[in-house]
């Protein structure tokens, strides 16, 4: 079992940055998949970002990429989202995620459904 709990949200100016944190307890932590995911009301759940059970590999979302980025800290049992140059069209609910497989290369990545999921955290983003 994983239980993942994210911080950081807000709000923030356009061009601003912010950075989310996601807690993870569970022993199993270290060998999963993580990632970043967003939901604005009346849209499915999107991809953003992951990062490979070793952090060594990296994946982002066309629209965060040169942005966003995402790291782990296996030491301290989390995975963290730096945001800049944050954009109204980053506004929602983000969504820390454990145990997924990305598929894809390149410019254009799908995830399989992760089987954990943090409560999310409101980032708002304005104009």
Do not use: H
């Amino acid at each position: 079992q994983v239980q993942l709990v994210e911080s950081g949200g807000g709000l923030v100016q356009a061009g601003g940055s912010l950075r989310l944190s996601c807690a993870a307890s569970g022993r199993t932590f270290s060998s999963y998949t993580m990632g970043w995911f967003r939901q604005v009301p009346g849209k499915e759940r999107e991809f953003a970002a992951a990062i490979s059970w070793n952090g060594v590999s990296t994946y982002y979302a066309d629209s965060v990429k040169g942005r966003f980025t995402i790291s782990r800290d296996k030491s301290k049992n989390t995975v963290s989202l730096q945001m800049n140059s944050l954009k109204p069209e980053d506004t929602a609910v983000y969504y820390c995620a454990a145990d997924l497989r990305v598929y894809g290369s390149g410019s254009s990545y799908s995830t399989s459904k992760p089987n954990y999921w943090g409560q999310g955290t409101q980032v708002t983003v304005s104009s």
